[in-house]
């Protein structure tokens, strides 16, 4: 994996073998990092990563120092990989680590975020359950983001909220406001 820009530059972590997930693509990586610092300055922001897999997403935000990350992810594997690549670039203490179902965070956390953004498995069903527990809980800050990544197959455009779409290759966004 490959940090992109910030404090970390350059770095890159391996993942390894037989890891549980899918990491999104550099090329798909860049381009939500410059649609996302578009709409809203990436300085002290509260994030949350839903399913949060390699991390990719969680230590690309802290390498551009844009606040703190709260990771979410079921997998035993995930959850260590990520806390000892935290370890290694010496970000721990910007990102808290839970071992967790995300919708079973969603329903019981009562956090508040300027971005969430959600990478759960391009065959996973649920993708709405995601949009309303975040809008019914009032999840996101005023002028906040949900992002979710998913395949060209899931359509989300109908969900509440939802403003535009965009399309790396196969990994596709879908952005969500308050």
Request: proline share 3%; glycine share 6%.
């Amino acid at each position: 994996m490959r940090i992109i820009r910030g404090i970390y530059k350059t770095r890159y972590y391996k993942v390894p073998k037989g890891f549980p997930s899918r990491p999104t693509t550099d090329f798909a990586k860049e381009g939500l990092f410059n649609v996302i610092e578009n709409l809203k300055t990436l300085d002290d922001l509260s994030i949350l990563d839903l399913c949060a897999g390699t991390g990719n997403i969680s230590i690309e935000f802290l390498s551009r120092e844009s606040g703190s990350v709260i990771a979410i992810d079921s997998h035993f594997n995930t959850v260590k990989h990520l806390k000892k690549v935290a370890d290694e670039l010496g970000c721990a203490n910007d990102l808290t680590i839970y071992k967790m179902d995300m919708i079973k965070y969603l329903e019981k956390s009562d956090l508040k975020f300027d971005l969430i953004f959600a990478d759960p498995p391009y065959s996973y069903a649920n993708h709405d359950k995601i949009v309303e527990l975040v809008q019914s809980k009032d999840m996101l800050h005023e002028n906040g983001l949900l992002i979710i990544e998913h395949g060209k197959d899931t359509n989300l455009e109908k969900l509440a909220n939802f403003m535009f779409i965009k399309k790396y290759g196969a990994v596709h966004f879908s952005f969500f406001n308050k």
